[in-house]
C-alpha cells in the first residue's frame, strides 16, 4: 500500500468517517473529513456538542477505529497497525488530555506523570527532571505526592496535562484540556503549551468549547454534523510576553 508522502505533514486524512448503527437510522458522527495538519501547528476543533470533535480526535489518535477512509500519521496509515503496534506507536508519537483525566488513582501526581516516560524506558534522572519541570510549569510544585483522590478536580486535569507533555510527543491531542480550570490556571496551561509549540514545534490539536483556547488557535476548524463546514487560519497571539 502506498505511504502518503506529505513531507511536513504530521497528520493526512482521506474520506474518513465514523457511523454509528446503534438506533433505527445510523449517525455519522464524523462524516467524510479530509484534513491535513502540517507540523506545529495549533490547532482547535470547535463546534457544538454531538457535532463529531471527540470523534475525530479518538480516529486521529488511534483510539478509534474508522467505518470507512484512512487516518495518515507520519507517513504511516494506522489503520494496517496491529493492536499491539498501535500502542506502541501512540505510546513514542501522541500525547492524549481525556476530558475524564484517566489518571491512576492509587500513583501520586509524580508518578501519574512519570508513568509514560517509564514505559519508554526513559532513563532515572531525565524522568526526575522532567517530573519537577511540569510540576512547577503547572503551579503543582507542591502536590507530587498526592494522589488523584486528593486533589481538586482542576488540578487532576493539570496532571493529565503534565503527563501528556511528559513524553515529549510528536503532537498532543487534547479533549477540553482548560475544562474545570479557572481563569489564570487555563491562561497559565495555554501559555505553557504555546511556548512548546513555538520553542519545540511540538503540534496540539484541540476539541473545545472554550474561548480562552479558541483565542489562542492559529487555526480553527469548525464541525457540523461530523463534518468540517469552516477551516481558517489566522495570526494570534497565544504566546504570553
Known amino acids: 500500500m502506498k505511504e502518503d508522502n506529505h513531507s511536513n505533514c504530521v497528520i493526512h486524512t482521506e474520506e474518513l468517517s465514523k457511523v454509528y448503527d446503534e438506533g433505527a437510522v445510523p449517525v455519522k458522527a464524523v462524516n467524510n473529513v479530509h484534513l491535513h495538519i502540517e507540523k506545529g501547528e495549533f490547532t482547535a476543533l470547535v463546534g457544538p456538542s454531538g457535532s463529531g470533535k471527540t470523534t475525530l480526535l479518538n480516529l486521529l489518535g488511534g ?4 467505518t470507512s477512509g484512512k487516518v495518515w500519521i507520519h507517513g504511516k496509515n494506522i489503520s494496517t497497525l496491529k493492536k499491539n503496534q498501535m500502542i506502541d506507536f501512540r505510546l513514542h508519537n501522541i500525547g492524549f488530555v481525556f476530558q475524564a483525566y484517566n489518571l491512576i488513582p492509587v500513583l501520586t501526581a509524580k508518578e501519574n506523570i512519570e508513568f509514560v516516560m517509564l514505559l519508554q524506558k526513559a532513563g ?3 524522568r526526575k527532571q522532567r517530573v519537577e519541570q511540569l510540576l512547577q510549569e503547572t503551579g503543582l510544585a507542591d ?3 498526592k494522589r488523584p483522590g486528593e486533589l481538586s478536580g ?3 486535569q493539570r496532571v493529565a496535562v503534565a503527563r501528556a507533555l511528559a513524553s515529549k510527543p510528536q503532537f498532543v491531542l487534547a479533549d477540553e484540556p482548560t475544562a474545570n480550570l479557572d481563569s489564570k490556571t487555563a491562561g497559565n496551561l495555554l501559555d505553557m503549551m504555546a511556548r512548546l509549540n513555538r520553542d519545540e514545534g511540538m503540534t496540539f490539536i484541540f476539541s473545545t468549547h472554550d474561548q480562552r483556547v479558541i483565542d489562542r488557535a492559529r487555526r480553527v476548524i469548525t464541525l457540523v454534523d461530523g463534518a ?3 477551516d481558517e487560519v489566522r495570526e494570534t497571539k ?3 510576553s
Open 63 to 66: 483510539l478509534d477505529s474508522p
Open 238 to 240: 497565544n504566546v504570553s
Open 228 to 230: 468540517i463546514s469552516k
Open 124 to 126: 532515572k534522572e531525565e
Open 154 to 156: 482542576g488540578q487532576q
Open 143 to 145: 502536590q507530587g505526592d
